[in-house]
């Protein structure tokens, strides 16, 4: 019998990785990867929506990397990544310029059209920090279940975006940090309280980063509760399949 492996940072599990191509309305071409359970269909997919890329967010950005290295295998998640417009990371650079939040409205809009077109299902945006404002700006009328947003900011995204939400009937959860540089859990309490259908959750000791293994678990739980509740929580340790 092989030995179990423990999951930890540089673990890559078995998955169907994709390169992909995203063509926005705009007609630029944006660096992907769609990452696909092996041998059986998803029950689920995340579209991803990364950090500041002026301050080094990209698809790589360590909770995706570890979400597409992992979900996949022991949650039957696909997860698509990609490189908003103008960002560059180890997988390539997508074209155009960084666009403060506005034209990446078109990104988005690729990504999710991507996936629909692909037939995948029950369909979630996942932000973080950046990434969160493009999903609260452009994700409440496109084809998802809902969005979770990680370290929301609330700086980009403003009250009239947040109004779009209200009463809306996808889903919206968010976990915010205890320790967050730019909205910790109270604040977000009071201002997200308008959403009432709305999930804030505090993580204790947790940064605006999700630095270090415990705060990229809790993360990653969180995220399967919701979306494919029969594969929480996650397990500590994998055994290969001989």
């Known amino acids: 019998m092989s030995e179990s492996i423990e999951i930890r940072s540089a673990v890559e599990l078995p998955a169907s990785r994709e390169a992909l191509t995203l063509l926005t309305a705009d007609?630029?071409?944006l660096i992907g990867e769609l990452a696909l359970p092996v041998g059986k269909p998803p029950v689920a997919t995340l579209v991803t929506l990364h950090p500041l890329p002026t301050?080094?967010?990209?698809?790589?950005?360590?909770?995706?990397?570890?979400a597409s290295n992992r979900l996949p295998e022991l949650a039957d998640i696909a997860v698509l990544r990609?490189?908003?417009r103008g960002t560059t990371s180890p997988h390539g650079t997508s074209q155009g310029v960084f666009g403060e939040g506005v034209t990446e409205q078109h990104d988005l809009e690729a990504a999710v059209n991507f996936a629909i077109s692909r037939g995948l299902p029950n369909i979630w945006l996942v932000g973080w920090s950046f990434g969160?404002?493009?999903a609260l700006k452009y994700g409440h009328d496109k084809e998802v279940v809902g969005a979770i947003l990680l370290s929301p900011p609330l700086h980009r995204a403003t009250e009239s975006d947040l109004d779009k939400w209200v009463g809306n009937s996808r889903e919206l959860i968010a976990l915010v940090p205890e320790l967050d540089d730019y909205l910790q859990p109270r604040e977000a309490q009071e201002r997200f309280s308008k959403i009432q259908h709305m999930q804030v959750i505090g993580v204790d000791g947790a940064k605006h980063l999700w630095v270090g293994e415990g705060?990229?678990?809790?993360?990653l739980n969180e995220i399967v509760r919701r979306v494919n509740p029969a594969a929480y929580p996650l397990p500590d340790y994998w055994q290969p399949n001989l």
């Open 27 to 29: 007609g630029l071409k």
């Open 55 to 66: 301050h080094g967010g990209f698809m790589d950005s360590h909770i995706y990397r570890k």
């Open 82 to 84: 990609f490189n908003t």
């Open 132 to 134: 969160t404002e493009l």
């Open 215 to 219: 705060a990229t678990t809790r993360v």
